[in-house]
Antibody
Framework: EVQLVESGGGLVKPGGSLRLSCAAS????????MNWVRQAPGKGLEWVSS????????YYADSVKGRFTISRDNAKNSLYLQMNSLRAEDTAVYYC??????????????WGQGTLVTVSS | SSELTQDPAVSVALGQTVRITCQGD??????ASWYQQKPGQAPVLVIY???NRPSGIPDRFSGSSSGNTASLTITGAQAEDEADYYCNSRDSSGNRVVFGGGTKLTVL
């Protein structure tokens, strides 16, 4: 059974940093691209970042570029998101999601339950 | 602002058919995927590619696409289908991902 479990969320002050983790199990983690997607309270889904299976290709949304860093450790079956210079507008539930790598579509076939990040003084 | 446009809210009578649409230039090049999200839960993939359903998704869910518009159709909507529905696709560059703003489906 595929499982994605996020951790690392919490309350942080504006300008602070936080590192999110996503532990994967039930599939060959090193074969799949992975993503972070966030959802602000009462709002829609926003793609944050993606990383290819071997970390060769990394992309960010404009809203986080230069502040967030995605990474992965295939030996540990883990995905990470280092978040620096946090702002109030970064407050959201952060989901990790597996990319099924189906053709040229963005198909996120498995999602974690999310971890809440609150940026507030 | 989102590069994929969805109607904010749609309603359907129990047992009837409803179509939820998603518009964007990137859909001329890339398939849309559709996700169902119920309150307090993570999104669930319901349709991807030309018209594919993951295992466990009822066959009342179907997808289609024409030009810059992708559609999710629920034929014979059930009470449990009441949820928020989001589309996504690659953006025009093919490198990033965009989500639609979401459609809140109410089953009357």
């Amino acid at each position: 059974e595929v499982q994605l479990v996020e951790s690392g969320g919490g309350l942080v002050k504006p300008g602070g940093s936080l590192r999110l983790s996503c532990a994967a199990s039930g599939f060959t983690f090193s074969s799949y691209s992975m993503n972070w997607v966030r959802q602000a309270p009462g709002k829609g889904l926003e793609w944050v970042s993606s990383i290819s299976s071997s970390s060769s290709y990394i992309y960010y949304a404009d809203s986080v570029k230069g502040r967030f860093t995605i990474s992965r450790d295939n030996a540990k079956n883990s995905l990470y998101l280092q978040m620096n210079s946090l702002r109030a507008e970064d407050t959201a539930v952060y989901y990790c999601a597996r990319d099924s790598d189906y053709e040229i579509a963005a198909v996120f076939d498995y999602w974690g339950q999310g971890t809440l990040v609150t940026v507030s003084s | 602002s989102s590069e994929l446009t969805q109607d904010p809210a749609v309603s359907v009578a129990l047992g009837q058919t409803v179509r939820i649409t998603c518009q964007g230039d990137s859909l001329r090049s890339y398939y849309a995927s559709w996700y169902q999200q119920k309150p307090g839960q993570a999104p669930v993939l319901v349709i991807y590619g030309k018209n594919n359903r993951p295992s466990g998704i009822p066959d009342r869910f179907s997808g289609s696409s024409s030009g810059n518009t992708a559609s999710l159709t629920i034929t014979g909507a059930q009470a449990e289908d009441e949820a928020d529905y989001y589309c996504n696709s690659r953006d025009s560059s093919g490198n990033r991902v965009v989500f639609g703003g979401g459609t809140k489906l109410t089953v009357l």
